[in-house]
Structure formats: structure tokens, C-alpha cells
């Protein structure tokens, strides 16, 4: 059975810094790119970073370029995704995908004084 689950979501004051995580299981984790969308009620999902199989490619949304940093520890099967800099904009819920099939159940963002 796929999985994929994220943690480290939660409340944050604008300039501030979360690291979200991603761990897959039940499927080879090496194998397939990881992707980090967001998504706001009433808004389409857009993804916020990429990272290729061997981590050495990475894409991110302009927005947030600069400020967040997409990493992957195959190892451990997990994607990361350090924020820096939060700002209000940012609040969302967030999910990782593997390549473009599944989702997770997404952590939410709240970046707010």
C-alpha cells in the first residue's frame, strides 16, 4: 500500500521557519521524483518545489525561491521542505506528491502574528 505522510506543519509568526517532512512507504523511494504543492481553500494546488531522484535538480515557484529549500534523504525515504522566511502569503496546506500520481494527506501552514 502507498504512502506518503507529512508532519511539521503548525503555527508560525511572519519571518519565521518551519521544516515540513514527507516520509513514502510502499513503493522504491529512489526512484521517483518528490514534489511539494500547496493549496488554499477556494484556489487550485500549485506545486512550490521539485526534486529529482539523486537530488541534484531542484524547481521551485518563483514565490519562493530564495526562501524555501527542497531536500530528500532516500535513505530514510523522506522529502523535506526547510521554509525560511514565512510570510502570511505562504499559509496553506501543503503536500508532497510522488512524481504525479499520489498525494498525501497534507499538514497545514499558518504564518500569522
Known amino acids: 500500500q502507498i504512502q506518503l505522510v507529512e508532519s511539521g506543519g503548525g503555527l508560525v509568526q511572519p519571518g519565521g521557519s518551519l521544516r515540513l517532512s514527507c516520509v513514502g512507504s510502499?513503493?522504491?523511494?529512489?526512484?521517483?521524483?518528490m514534489r511539494w504543492f500547496r493549496q488554499v481553500p477556494g484556489n487550485e494546488r500549485e506545486m512550490v518545489a521539485a526534486i529529482s531522484t539523486n537530488n541534484r535538480t531542484t524547481n521551485y515557484l518563483d514565490s519562493v525561491k530564495g526562501r524555501f529549500t527542497i531536500s530528500r534523504d532516500n535513505a530514510k525515504n523522506t522529502v523535506y521542505l526547510q521554509m525560511n522566511s514565512l510570510k502570511p502569503d505562504d499559509t496553506a496546506m501543503y503536500y508532497c506528491?510522488?512524481?504525479?500520481?499520489?498525494w498525501g494527506q497534507g499538514t497545514q501552514v499558518t504564518v500569522s502574528s
Open positions: 506528491r510522488r512524481a504525479l500520481d499520489f
Open positions: 510502499g513503493f522504491t523511494f529512489s526512484r521517483y521524483v
